[in-house]
């Protein structure tokens, strides 16, 4: 065995922290490989849900989204010529027989609040159809942003939220509603609450008038139309009748049976609009009681239980009493400006820009 000599000892650690340098170097590639490898994996299978569940529906989301995009256009036009038919129906058949039937003070108040409710509805739907409903800017001035949009990747303002049919950010975003192909948002938020109550209000109006004349186009007609062809309509009628029918119905003609089709076309729409447009429209009405939108309140609710296990009370930063989010949202201050803006046709813009938000924001525990 050969000695080892004071030389070959220090040739021999030289090596050895040479081979200990190379490995360190080629661990640390390794690593870093393992890093880049992780993140183009991460990138690659990025999505902006918050659960796997969402991740697997969004084909369908596309879907929708394409289709409420595309059909947007159907769905306003279908809006427009169901008014249209009742509108008509009302004219041709609703209005004579009120005017025929009641004394003229009560004619001419029917046909004043009738054609108000009209005006209302058209009014308010042309607004909330065309009214742009806000864009953040690009750059706000001096505003305390709470995000970044993860789509369009800029700033946004408190109450924005990205809308995926619009593909934009739209300022105090609430929901698409496909019936008026268009966001609701900051600013045309009261032209769509005003609609629906208006509309509800219209339908609840034409189902009450026309009732009497469904009642008898739909239970009695056919008993009477049987009645009044065995026995002779002309000489058995009372006058009353003959005012609703001025022939028998369901009898032979044509014209008695597009009558009937007619009324009861009318308040079966009008009736079946009142429940689902009434449930809707209620909906939204508390959501305002309570100063959060449709989207906020799914983000409320989500802070409440975060906040809840923290043994902290989540505030609605918000909500500033039932009144005064009413008072914000349509933009009245007292009872002359809520005649002059709320009950007459009104082009007011809503309080604040969309994009400054006063709130109320404090922290308070649980008891
Ligand atoms: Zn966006
Ligand atoms: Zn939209």
């Known amino acids: 065995m050969t000695k080892l000599g004071s030389n070959d000892l220090v040739i021999l650690v030289l090596k050895m922290r040479t081979i200990w340098f190379r490995c ?3 661990c640390a590639k390794i690593k870093q490989w393992f890093q880049y490898m992780r993140l183009c994996y991460k990138s690659l299978t990025y999505n902006s849900f918050d659960s796997t569940v969402e991740s697997a529906f969004e084909p369908i989301f596309c879907i929708v989204d394409f289709s409420v995009r595309w059909f947007g256009v159907a769905f306003v036009t279908t809006v427009l010529c169901l008014i249209t038919s009742v509108v008509v129906i009302f004219y041709l058949h609703i209005l004579p027989y009120v005017l025929r039937t009641h004394s003229t003070l009560y004619s001419h108040l029917h046909v004043l609040y009738g054609h108000y409710l009209l005006m209302m509805i058209l ?17 706000p001035p001096g505003v305390p942003l ?5 789509r369009c990747i800029l700033p946004k303002p408190p109450r924005t939220h990205h809308c995926s ?4 950010c739209r300022l105090k975003m609430d929901h698409h509603c496909p019936w008026i192909n268009n966001c609701v948002g900051h600013f045309n938020h009261r032209y769509f609450m005003s609609f629906c109550i208006f509309m509800v ?3 609840i109006y034409v189902s009450l008038s026309s009732w009497v004349l469904f009642n008898d186009c739909f239970n009695l ?10 026995i002779g309509w002309q000489d058995n009628a009372d006058e009353e009748t003959k005012i609703r029918h001025p022939s028998p119905p369901n009898t032979c003609t044509g014209k008695d049976r597009s009558y009937n089709s007619s009324v009861v076309y009318l308040w079966i729409l009008c009736s079946a609009v009142t429940v689902a447009l009434g449930l809707l429209t209620l909906w939204h009405m508390l959501l305002i009681c309570r100063g959060e939108t449709s989207i906020e309140k799914l983000i409320n609710e989500k802070d409440t239980i975060r906040l809840r296990k923290r043994n ?32 007459l046709p009104s082009t007011h813009l809503p309080d604040g820009d969309g994009i400054v938000w006063k709130s109320n924001y404090k922290t308070s525990f649980i008891a």
């Open 221 to 230: 007609g056919e008993k009477v139309a049987r009645m009044y062809s065995m």
């Open 24 to 26: 360190s170097i080629s």
């Open 165 to 168: 049919v619009c593909k934009n």
């Open 201 to 203: 209000m219209g339908t």
């Open 123 to 139: 009014f308010h739907y042309y607004k909330a159809v065309r009214t742009d409903p806000g864009k953040p800017p690009l750059q």
């Open 146 to 150: 709470t995000s970044l949009c993860k």
């Open 312 to 343: 902290v009370k989540f505030v609605n930063p918000y909500h500033f009493g039932i009144v005064e989010n009413w008072k914000m949202l349509l933009g009245f201050s007292n009872w002359k400006s809520f005649l002059r803006k709320v009950v």
